[in-house]
């Protein structure tokens, strides 16, 4: 009775807030017909010992990602500006040591 | 990806004890190897729900009845995460699911075993989540990135799994005169069983040199099951435990446990489907499939007819 025809429900990405003022984490992903049903397994999936105190559920399939193979060029522009980093500027001596 | 130069590279970035992430460039084999192995992970994982939802209506107190339906709910926790983890490769959820219900995929042998009395889930909690525990540890550094994670979050649960199964054949083991047999007798009908979820030896096993070699295992069949020994010899003693093997010798060379010889015409019969509870498994599951299928069909109908209606109002 093996079924090919597509009735599989839509994907999911879950994130969760670990804790009160953390940022969301990504969990993994699952199966649900709707938002709603998304947001239920997600607790039931993820966080069955209180692993987040908020969820969101995303379709899967409305994420946008960078890709591995433009990673370089993609965040090459980052490396050239050294000057973003609090290590590229000097501070008299006397400051440091009481830093 | 398959030309000597990229494989060099791929391999480089093993070495490197850097983690591949689903859309990198991996080998193809690395790709089918991995969904063959995780898919028979989560396979496990969800046929692993049947040997102790057998007693979950029988447990001998309402305690010990929320505990097992908390730890068969984490099983088919574990399952779900794998089955994610393994989607992130490219397979399909339903064509994973039915190559086991209709098709060749294989799960865990541990299951084709029957669970006679509650004993049974003492010692399954003891001795095949320790077992578990032991190979996940190792699967939660795996070089595949979703399954890594997948593996460090079914950790976090299994040491509940152990626990819980060890105090009760602790409880047992000291307990009546009936109990005491009844525990015993558990313990001898799991251990060789147990010693085999890792896997064949190393000299019979070709796969396990590859997947290592790609990160994706770190250790041998052959050392985990070593490291596992010598840890259940030590919790057996402790709680007036006898494993069933005359040849257990601490061997002052190597610092291990040495055992006996391994059942492995038997381990290969089940691999083949001929264990006690091959067909009542699959039977329970295809069952479980066929009758949630309405289920499925009308909680996707469901949602259609909601987005219609709210397309509707707006
Ligand atoms: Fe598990
Ligand atoms: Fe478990």
Redesign the pocket.
Known sequence: MSSNDSTEWPLWEVFYQPKNGKPFEHAGSLHAPDAEMALLNARDTYARRNEGIAIWVVPSDQITASTPEDAGPFFDPANEKPYRHPQFYSVPRAVKKRS | MNTEQELKQFQERIDNGEKIEPKDAMPERYRKQLIRMMSQHAHSEIVGMLPEGNWITRAPSLKRKMVLLA?VQ??AGHGLYLYSATETLGARRQDLVEDYLYGSAKYSSIFNYPTLTYADICVIGWLV?GA?IVNQTMLAKSSYGPYARANLRICKE?SF?KKQGYEMLAKMASGTPEQQKMAQDAVNRWWWPTLMMFGPHDSDSPNSAELIRWGVKTKTNDELRVHFVDRMVMEAEAIGITLPDPDLRYNEETGHWDFGLIPWDEFWSVVKGDGPMNRERIRARRHAYEEGAWVREAATEYARKQRLRAEKAS
């Open positions: 730890k984490d099983e989540d578990a299994e799994h």
